[in-house]
């Protein structure tokens, strides 16, 4: 289990899982109970993320190769289960990390990565619907980026956990990026998410004094780091996605405790 969103009104979550042979996507409700399967389809699913309306997920294979050899897709799936499709110009992106945004009335993935022709690790983003895919940023500032979280002014926060030999959080703005100074270091693949109003970076990862789980808030405005999770959150020891539903203030995370288990959490925001 290494990631998960919610539905964009915050009342289920679709997570990721592994088997012997495949990669799952499967769906809970907001109370404890069964998950069902959404489609077993996928080899490495790295990271998923829902349209603006929740009939579509999106989700990043890493185990994905196709006849040219290019690695790692995005696919569409259909939220209530079903086939996914390759959204084939996203093939060779190795995606990891994924956002969704709404960009002149229509649903847009912005994605980390690295580029198929030149191998630069950077972010990137394509209509939903599919279409030709588009440099964000990329070059030397990033070395592995995962989760991505976009504004509504079109920055773009990135996750950068192997960064310089340490973890890397970036703020990138009309293509440039700007390192923030993060006092912790980051989970793997390291979630972010926005608030509903924007104001706040909630961030995935681990304690600096005893390397258990966390979640660390940034103010946009203050530039201020603040831990924000609980014993709940704190008695798992490895940091796993993050995201926000599309329409509430709801968050989804995903831990793993010392035995081993991963476990999704349901967390109400700001």
């Given at each position: 289990?290494?990631?998960?969103?919610?539905?964009?009104?915050?009342?289920?979550?679709?997570?990721?899982?592994?088997?012997?042979?495949?990669?799952?996507?499967?769906?809970?409700?907001?109370?404890?109970?069964?998950?069902?399967?959404?489609?077993?389809?996928?080899?490495?699913?790295?990271?998923l993320i829902?349209?603006?309306?929740?009939?579509?997920?999106?989700?990043?294979?890493?185990?994905?190769?196709?006849?040219?050899?290019?690695?790692?897709?995005?696919?569409?799936?259909?939220?209530?289960?079903?086939?996914?499709?390759?959204?084939?110009?996203?093939?060779?992106?190795?995606?990891?990390?994924?956002d969704?945004?709404?960009?002149?009335?229509?649903?847009?993935?912005?994605?980390?990565?690295?580029?198929?022709?030149?191998?630069?690790?950077?972010?990137?983003?394509?209509?939903?619907?599919?279409?030709?895919?588009?440099?964000?940023?990329?070059?030397?500032?990033?070395?592995?980026?995962?989760?991505?979280?976009?504004?509504?002014?079109?920055?773009?926060?990135?996750?950068?956990?192997?960064?310089?030999?340490?973890?890397?959080?970036?703020?990138?703005?009309?293509g440039?990026?700007?390192?923030?100074?993060?006092?912790?270091?980051l989970?793997?693949?390291?979630?972010?998410?926005?608030?509903?109003?924007?104001?706040?970076?909630?961030?995935?990862?681990?304690?600096?004094?005893?390397?258990?789980?966390?979640?660390v808030?940034?103010?946009?405005?203050?530039?201020?780091?603040?831990?924000?999770?609980?014993?709940?959150?704190?008695?798992?020891?490895?940091?796993?996605?993050?995201?926000?539903?599309?329409?509430?203030?709801?968050?989804?995370?995903c831990?793993?405790?010392?035995?081993?288990?991963?476990?999704?959490?349901?967390?109400?925001?700001q």
């Open positions: 289990m290494k990631n998960s969103t919610p539905s964009p009104d915050g009342t289920s979550v679709y997570f990721t899982g592994y088997g012997d042979e495949a990669g799952s996507v499967y769906k809970v409700g907001e109370m404890p109970g069964e998950p069902t399967i959404v489609s077993a389809a996928f080899v490495l699913p790295m990271d829902t349209s603006t309306n929740g009939d579509t997920l999106f989700v990043a294979d890493v185990g994905y190769e196709n006849e040219a050899g290019l690695d790692g897709v995005i696919y569409r799936v259909a939220s209530a289960g079903g086939v996914p499709e390759a959204m084939e110009t996203t093939a060779g992106y190795d995606a990891r990390g994924l969704l945004v709404v960009e002149q009335g229509e649903d847009v993935l912005y994605f980390s990565g690295k580029h198929p022709m030149t191998g630069a690790a950077g972010v990137f983003k394509s209509n939903a619907a599919g279409g030709v895919v588009t440099v964000v940023a990329e070059g030397d500032a990033f070395a592995d980026p995962s989760g991505i979280a976009v504004t509504a002014g079109g920055d773009v926060f990135v996750a950068d956990t192997v960064a310089t030999g340490r973890s890397g959080l970036y703020r990138v703005t009309a440039a990026a700007e390192r923030l100074e993060i006092p912790y270091a989970g793997y693949p390291a979630g972010l998410a926005l608030s509903q109003d924007g104001n706040t970076l909630f961030i995935s990862a681990q304690n600096t004094t005893n390397g258990n789980a966390t979640v808030t940034y103010g946009l405005a203050d530039g201020l780091f603040a831990e924000r999770a609980n014993d709940v959150i704190g008695a798992n020891l490895e940091a796993g996605g993050l995201h926000r539903g599309q329409a509430s203030a709801r968050f989804s995370w831990g793993t405790d010392d035995a081993g288990a991963g476990s999704v959490f349901l967390l109400i925001g």
